[in-house]
T-cell receptor, first 114, second 114 residues
Framework: QQQVKQSPQSLIVQKGGISIINCAYE??????FPWYQQFPGKGPALLIA?????SEKKEGRFTISFNKSAKQFSLHIMDSQPGDSATYFC?????????????FGQGTELSVKP | KAGVTQTPRYLIKTRGQQVTLSCSPI?????VSWYQQTPGQGLQFLFE???????NKGNFPGRFSGRQFSNSRSEMNVSTLELGDSALYLC?????????????FGEGSRLTVL
C-alpha cells in the first residue's frame, strides 16, 4: 500500500515531442504528489507538484494530470528539449503533513534526441 | 542562499567498517531527511530529524542511525558496513512546518563498500 509504481523505466523522445511518464499508487491517504528531476551527479530537484483536490497543474512546458478515482497521475513534458534529458521520479507523501518522508517511484530515464 | 551541503562527496570503505556522513541544511530549515539511492531499489527513505528529534523512520536495520544538532546540521552513521550498503546517500532539508512539502536535496555522498 505504500508503493508508487512508475512507468516507463526509460523513454526516448525526439526534440519537440511530448514526453509522458505515468505513476500509480494504492494508498488513498497520500496527500501530496511531487515530481523530481535528477541530472547525473546531482541530487533530485523539485519540478512540479500537485495535491489530490486538483486534477491538473501546469508550469511552463510541464503538466501534471491527476486522476483521483484511478489513483494515477502523470507528467507531460511538452516540446521536449535535449536539456530535459534526465531521470524523473514521481513521489507521494504519507499523511504526515509536516514530514520529510516521500515514497518514490522507480524513476524514468528520459533521453531527448536532437 | 546556500543549498544543502553534504560531506564527504565520495568515500570507499571495507566491509565491517563504519561510516559517518554529514549534512548541512539550508539556513532556516529545521528538518533534515536522509534517503538511500541505489539502481535496484531507487530512492528509499531512511529517517527524518526535526528539532534534534527523529520524527519519521524508514524500514532500515538498526545499523543505520542518525542525529541532528541544535544548528540543524545532521549526521548519519552506518555501522558494520555490508556490500549492499554501497549507494548514494542523499540528504534533504525542508522547513519542517506548514504544508509546503518541498524537499531540497544535496548532491549526495557516494559510498562504496569493498
Amino acid at each position: 500500500q505504500q508503493q508508487v509504481k512508475q512507468s516507463p523505466q526509460s523513454l526516448i523522445v525526439q526534440k519537440g515531442g511530448i514526453s509522458i511518464i505515468n505513476c500509480a499508487y494504492e494508498n488513498t491517504a497520500f496527500d501530496y504528489f511531487p515530481w523530481y528531476q535528477q541530472f547525473p551527479g546531482k541530487g533530485p530537484a523539485l519540478l512540479i507538484a500537485i495535491r489530490p483536490d486538483v486534477s491538473e497543474k501546469k508550469e511552463g512546458r510541464f503538466t501534471i494530470s491527476f486522476n483521483k478515482s484511478a489513483k494515477q497521475f502523470s507528467l507531460h513534458i511538452m516540446d521536449s528539449q535535449p536539456g530535459d534529458s534526465a531521470t524523473y521520479f514521481c513521489a507521494a507523501r504519507p499523511p504526515d503533513r509536516q514530514g520529510g518522508k516521500l515514497i518514490f517511484g522507480q524513476g524514468t530515464e528520459l533521453s531527448v534526441k536532437p | 542562499k546556500a543549498g544543502v551541503t553534504q560531506t564527504p562527496r565520495y568515500l570507499i570503505k571495507t566491509r565491517g567498517q563504519q561510516v559517518t556522513l554529514s549534512c548541512s541544511p539550508i539556513s532556516g530549515h529545521r528538518s533534515v531527511s536522509w534517503y538511500q539511492q541505489t539502481p535496484g531499489q531507487g530512492l528509499q527513505f531512511l529517517f527524518e530529524y526535526f528539532s534534534e528529534t527523529q520524527r519519521n523512520k524508514g524500514n532500515f536495520p538498526g545499523r543505520f542511525s542518525g542525529r541532528q544538532f541544535s544548528n540543524s546540521r545532521s549526521e548519519m552513521n552506518v555501522s558494520t558496513l555490508e556490500l549492499g550498503d554501497s549507494a548514494l546517500y542523499l540528504c534533504a532539508s525542508s522547513l519542517g512546518t506548514g504544508n509546503t512539502g518541498e524537499l531540497f536535496f544535496g548532491e549526495g555522498s557516494r559510498l562504496t563498500v569493498l
